[in-house]
Every structure is written in C-alpha cells, then in structure tokens.
C-alpha cells in the first residue's frame, strides 16, 4: 500500500495538488486567497517521496562506492580507527571550509524556496520538494557529507571524495551548457540550447533565479577541493549516479501538475499547441499548471529543440526512453570528462 502511494499519480492526482481547478477568493471583499497554504505541515506525498528519493539515492551511491570504489585495503586498515587516527580518513582544511560552505548554501537555498512556496500558489506549494531532488541539489547534499569534515563517527560520514567529483560529472554536461547558454543569451537574448531557458518561464520564481548559481560553481568547488587530477573513477561511479537519480523520479514524481481547467488547451505565449512531447495539455498559469520532469525523467527537456537530442518525440515506451536518454546522457558527460573536466582538474 505505501509502495502505491508512493507512486507517482499522474498530473490531475490530488496527492500531488492537481485535481480540479478552485478559483482565487476575492481577496479585496474578505475572502482567503484559496492558493496560499497555510498549514505548517508540508504536503504528505511531496514529504515523502523527497525523504524516500534522498534516502536510497545517498545510500545505495554510498553502497556502490564502498562495494566497487573504495580501496579495499585502506578500508580494512582504516575501519576500527577515529578520524583523527589516520590521514586516509582525515579531510584537508580545504575541504572541511568547503563542505560547511555547501551546508549553509544547500540550507538556504531548501529552505527559502520552501518558504517562498507558501505563498505561491498550491501547485508550486506541493511541486517545490520535488523539485530539490534535480541531481544538481543532491549533488549539494551528497559532495557536503563526503569529504568526512564532520567528525561523526558514522558510516555515511566517512570520506568519500570520490562521490562529490563522481556527482559533478554527473550534472557535467547540463552545468557546462549553462555557461554557454548564459554567454551566448547575454549577447543575443537566445539560449541556443535551452537548459536555462527556464528561468524566463512565469513559473519560475525570483527565489528560484537566485539560488541556483550553484549550476555555475559547483563543478569548479568541488574540483578544488580534491586539489588533484581525478580519474576515469569518477565518471565510472557518475553512470550509477545519474541512472539512480532518473529511476526514482520517475517512480516518485509526475511529469507535470496539473489542475482541470477549460484553458488547458489555449495557445501558449511563444504560438506552440500547448502541449508537451508526450501530448499533455499545458496551461501557461503556474496556478493552473507546473512542469517538473525532475531529472529528465518523463521527456528530454521541453525547450531542448535540437534534433538529435530528441529520444522522446515518438512518445516510446519507459523502458526504450531510459535507454535513449541514459545511453546519451552518459555518452556527453564521458565527452565532457575527457575534454574539459579532466583538464580542469589538472589546473584547479
């Protein structure tokens, strides 16, 4: 029974705030503005599904590194010793400011965007802990808790450097589009490929635009603080990463959220039908409609219009599209690797 709840409804399922439309209470005669939530409790599914996405994600990571990726014999001379006792264990000071760094940033940047969501709307309300699952924000939480600066004797907490550089491969090839994207819109006001478009969208909140410079520095920060070349490793351990992350959303968050109105079929702003790759009718008012597709785990990003790229025009099935997309997606982050993230890691 958990297992069903836990699944992913579809886009019009109250569970995730979609179901029907409720119109805005005339706030000037003394009604409530029906949008804005007002209980201190977050919405169940939401809770739920972003404590059972970070909870297997962190662990089984953590189990493939410790199965397949940590030095065997370090592991045995090092496991009944404290952290102060071995410097195999023991975190450099860069990374130690490093890790409390990605703990205050990661803590604001959760909580105000949850705080932010209580006056939003419902959809954006319930959308916004799915939304902190994106890999980009789990690779925050995981790169903080590797690097062993805590000194907690505990097994999560044990030095693993080689997650935080395997998880900034993984969002690779995404954050390296992000400059291109941002340079070329600068001087033209297009985004040639589209991965931050959406910062334009009427969806998106200010709080939102601001906290996501991390797209921009991570990669940079984490690779200084490994202070050395990393290896083929990382990307090796990236393919689980990014394969774990898509599966779990696609189980525990929708495509979209989505309310019944009778404009979710009206023309959107830029004159398209209205509709996402797979037919869904979308309606441009974030109170009616919220595109999510966390971790590119229903389509390839909406505004991705390259041709080559598109693995889910022909609406395949689930099985076929994480073919596509993994096969892809690993295929540039191995690109990126060996052409600029090896590179960097040699100067930073």
Not at 7 to 35: A, I, M
Not at 41 to 55: Q, T
Not at 140 to 157: E, K
Not at 253 to 261: A, D, F, G, R, S
Request: some cysteine.
């Amino acid at each position: 029974m958990l297992i069903g709840f836990l699944s992913q409804g579809g886009p019009f399922h109250p569970k995730h705030g979609g179901g029907r439309f409720t119109s805005l209470s005339n706030v000037k005669n003394g009604g409530v503005n029906e949008f804005n939530c007002t209980s201190i409790l977050p919405p169940l599914h939401p809770f739920l599904a972003f404590l059972v996405h970070y909870s297997i994600a962190i662990s089984t990571i953590y189990a493939v590194h410790d199965a397949f990726f940590f030095d065997m014999q370090a592991r045995d001379e090092t496991s009944n010793l404290k952290y102060d006792d071995a410097s195999t264990t023991t975190p450099t000071q860069r990374q130690v400011r490093i890790s409390q760094f990605l703990f205050i940033y990661t803590a604001i940047l959760f909580i105000a965007r949850y705080i932010s969501s209580y006056h939003a709307g419902r959809l954006r309300h319930h959308s916004v802990l799915y939304e902190l699952t994106w890999l980009c924000n789990s690779t925050l939480v995981m790169s903080c808790i590797s690097y062993g600066a805590w000194n907690i004797d505990h097994w999560l907490f044990r030095k693993r450097p080689l997650i935080a550089t395997s998880c900034s491969v993984a969002v690779s090839i995404d954050q390296i589009l992000w400059y291109v994207d941002l340079i070329v819109w600068s001087v033209t006001g297009k985004f040639p490929f589209g991965v931050t478009k959406y910062l334009a969208w009427k969806q998106t909140l200010w709080i939102d635009r601001f906290t996501c410079t991390h797209h921009l520095w991570t990669i940079p920060l984490l690779f200084y603080a490994e202070n050395g070349p990393i290896t083929w490793k990382s990307f090796q351990l990236s393919v689980y990463i990014v394969t774990c992350h898509v599966m779990l959303s696609r189980w525990l968050t929708p495509h979209v959220i989505q309310c019944e109105t009778k404009t979710t079929a009206t023309k959107t702003s830029n004159g398209s039908n209205g509709k996402s790759a797979n037919g869904i009718a979308k309606d441009t008012d974030p109170n009616h409609y919220r595109y999510l597709n966390v971790n590119l785990s229903h389509e390839l990003w909406r505004d991705i219009k390259l041709p080559f790229l598109q693995v889910s025009k022909d609406n395949p099935t689930a099985f076929i599209y994480f073919i596509r997309l993994l096969m892809r997606w690993n295929l540039f982050n191995a690109l990126a690797f060996a052409a600029i993230l090896l590179p960097l890691s040699l100067v930073l």
